[in-house]
């Protein structure tokens, strides 16, 4: 395995390492940036998805009804308007997603110093 990077890290700040690399971890967080491996128990991971079942189902709900849009009211796919129309109802969706899950999102983004 590598060894951590010397980066900024401060050791008095972060009182957890990685099991697997060594990697100095900040906060809580359950994912080590360097390495990717799960840094809590398998235990903490049981019913994890229990917290995002709402927002898939909403999620894809609205992508059932615009699929349903397209097939059942052919003006909204017929028309540059009806187009721009949707794909603005769809990008205000997926802002809004992105901004409810930003706090799983960003340290994906870091993960491995992307």
């Excluded at 697997?20 to 491996?37: A, F, K, M, R, T």
């Amino acid at each position: 395995m590598s060894e951590a990077p010397s980066g900024n890290h401060d050791s008095a700040a972060s009182s957890a390492v990685c099991g697997s690399c060594g990697y100095p971890l900040q906060g809580d967080e359950v994912i080590c940036p360097h390495c990717g491996v799960a840094t809590v128990p398998d235990e903490e991971w049981e019913g994890a998805h229990e917290k995002y079942r709402m927002l898939v189902v909403v999620f894809f709900s609205i992508h059932l009804l615009v699929c349903l849009l397209f097939n059942f009211w052919p003006p909204a796919g017929e028309t540059i308007t009806g187009l721009i129309l949707i794909d603005s109802v769809l990008v205000v969706c997926g802002l809004v997603f992105a901004y409810m899950l930003k706090g799983e999102i960003l340290p994906l983004l870091r993960w491995n110093h992307f």
